[in-house]
């Protein structure tokens, strides 16, 4: 940004010294010129070593986030697994919402308490206390439910690891933990004010940030069948499953869509042999195709499942894509063998594809 300001005075004041020129009699111009002129200068630029440097950073603060995340991976299986469920466990924490309320005597409320927090610029000038996280539980839920209580208990050895992480890394701004029963522990602490009916809709198991993480990236084939027993309502209803099959997925998510009968037929036949990423474009592309499929001829499934596991394996050794989690999809109106030979052949004895 400094080097175009540059670059940009010294378009601007070359200008300025051509107006000046035009109108020679302009003493002011002149004068502006002249200050102008000895403040800026003109610095060549090695574009390439700019780049690289760009590249250098960059690569080293992703580092620095994917440490501060690895810190508090290890430090929430170790202490969820020490940690032994105790159905009649009490504990005292901070919650989010309740934090410094009073009843009408006066006194903290019960999860509540004096929690110290302060204006703090690198936090949008919001006021935090950066030596406690908060634990935010959705209105709908018990906040004192046994598997609420046990999992905040365990999950407050995640404290020392938020703050040790900030002091690495001052550059970092919120941290936070979603749990599977539904609370949410974040980092640095703030109170969390309810809207006009009292209610917090916010649940981190649904947002898209847990959702990934949770269902983790995946490779899938759908295989529709378009065989001659698909006429009419059938397919209208196999069309639909698959469009929200698609819902489903995420942007770390790899698919294609097959449709089968006596010969295979991609949905989409520019991408032919290959996955593509399941983001928003990708997915109404494949929907608008979806309309163009028919029903005919005789199903032949053990095409279609042999097309898609060497579709699977072909783009796995691409390096893309996800090894762990790979699944078939069959959209059809019933199937007229096991195909034990096939499944024989390309998943057992280690069913990587489900």
Known sequence: FPQQVKLWASAFGGEMKSISAKY??????????K?????????????????????QDMEEMFHKKAQAMKRLVEAAEEAHLQHEEDADLQYEYFNAV?????????????????????????FNNLSVNLSLSVVQVPTNMYNKDSAIVNGVY?????????????EKDPSLIWQYFGSAKGFFRQYPGIK?????HGVIAFDCRNRKWYIQAATSPKNVVI??????????LRLTIAKQTVSSILDTLGDD????????????????????????????????????????????????????????FNL??????TGRGSECSQAIMLVTDGAVDTYDAIFAKYNWPDRKVQ
């Open 24 to 33: 020679s009699g302009s003493q002011l111009l002149q004068k502006k010129y």
């Open 35 to 55: 200050e102008f002129e000895r403040a800026v200068r003109v610095e060549e630029i090695d574009g390439l070593r700019l780049v690289k440097r760009l590249a």
């Open 223 to 232: 295989l529709v069948d378009v065989s001659g027993s698909m006429k009419g």
């Open 312 to 317: 699977l394996s072909d783009f796995n050794e």
């Open 253 to 308: 998510d790899f698919f294609n869509i097959i449709a089968y009968n006596e010969e295979l037929h991609y949905v989409e036949p520019c991408l032919n042999g290959t996955l593509v990423q399941a983001d928003v474009t990708n997915k109404d592309h494949f929907r608008e195709h979806l309309d163009k499929l028919f029903a005919q001829g005789i199903g032949m499934l053990d095409v279609g499942l042999t097309e898609a």
């Open 154 to 166: 365990w999950s407050e050895a995640l404290n020392k690891v938020f703050v040790d992480n900030f």
């Open 98 to 122: 309740l934090i410094n309320e009073v009843n009408e005597e006066g006194n903290s409320v019960e999860l509540g308490g004096e929690f110290i927090l302060q204006p703090n610029d690198h």
């Open 192 to 196: 969390w004010k309810p809207d006009e």
